[in-house]
């Protein structure tokens, strides 16, 4: 069974850096779009920022010129540079992915048991 392990959580004070890893636990076949979302107490799970294989990026709105997504395609890994961090990016982080497990089948979403992310004024 597939699983995508995450790492790199903690508290940090405001306009510290954090980095996000997330690999899958098993082996893959391939990865397609990987991304990280996150969700504060009391709203709901929204997008930060996703890859594709190819490289291209997409990020929300409140993160653009503080976090950057990255990914290894060779360790089907993808990872989130956070910068300049504020309190309102205090949230549990999960990581997504499309993965293909089988040469047969096709990707499917996984989901990270997430990570939390403090940030303190």
């Known amino acids: 069974q597939v699983q995508l392990v995450e790492s790199g959580g903690g508290l940090v004070q405001a306009g510290g850096s954090l980095r996000l890893s997330c690999t899958p636990s098993?082996?893959?076949?391939?990865?397609?779009?990987m991304g990280w979302y996150r969700q504060a107490p009391g709203e709901q799970r929204e997008l930060v920022a996703t890859?594709?294989?190819?490289?291209?990026?997409n990020s929300a709105d409140s993160v653009k010129g503080r976090f950057t997504i990255s990914r290894d395609n060779a360790k089907n890994t993808v990872y989130l540079q956070m910068n300049s961090l504020k309190p309102e990016d205090t949230a549990v982080y999960y990581c997504?992915?499309?993965?293909?497990?089988?040469?047969?089948?096709?990707?499917?979403?996984?989901w990270g048991q997430g990570t939390q992310v403090t940030v303190s004024s």
């Open positions: 997504n992915a499309y993965l293909r497990t089988t040469y047969w089948g096709n990707h499917r979403a996984y």
């Open positions: 098993g082996t893959i076949v391939s990865a397609n779009v």
């Open positions: 890859i594709t294989s190819g490289g291209d990026t």
